[in-house]
């Protein structure tokens, strides 16, 4: 018998290591309704980015319902980057995942604690993170941004 279990705990882990990478699971779900889950984090997304200026960001989040759900917001930096994919660049992202790819920044809710003015961006183009002025008199400081739902806030 136990011969038997060595044998069949051998079987299981040998199997494991030749399965070939298109059976590994994915980082991401596509749950088919405009969201993708991130099996790491379990932060859903919202697929499709928006462009708009770091205060309507916020605003458009809290008003979004998507997928069934309406407790979405703008994500913080962290969880911004957990999306960049280190692995790439040109862009920084899955675009199996995230199709409509822009190679403009990302905004995150997060004020840098420096300058209260700024906050934490992301560009998925080569997977920078820096900050940026919120918004500006003269200027238009519109950014894309991908709403998310679950995890932390704040």
Excluded at 7 to 13: G, L
Aim: with cysteine; glycine share 4%.
């Amino acid at each position: 018998m136990k011969k038997a279990l060595i044998s069949i705990f051998f079987c299981a882990q040998l199997v494991f290591l030749i399965r070939p990478n298109f059976l590994l699971a994915s980082d991401f779900i596509n749950n088919f309704n405009g969201t993708i889950t991130d099996n790491e984090t379990s932060l859903i997304w919202q697929q499709d980015p928006t462009h708009d200026t770091w205060e309507n960001a916020l605003v458009y989040c809290e008003n979004l319902y998507l997928g069934g759900w309406s407790d979405w917001r703008l994500p913080n930096i962290r969880e911004l980057e957990s999306i960049m994919d280190e692995n790439r660049a040109y862009p920084a992202i899955n675009t199996e995942y995230f199709p409509d790819y822009s190679d403009e920044s990302f905004w995150s809710s997060t004020t840098d604690d420096g300058i209260s003015s700024f906050a934490w961006c992301v560009s998925l183009s080569v997977g920078r993170v820096y900050s940026d002025f919120k918004s500006n008199y003269y200027i238009d400081y519109s950014r894309y941004f991908r709403c998310v739902r679950g995890g932390e806030n704040d």
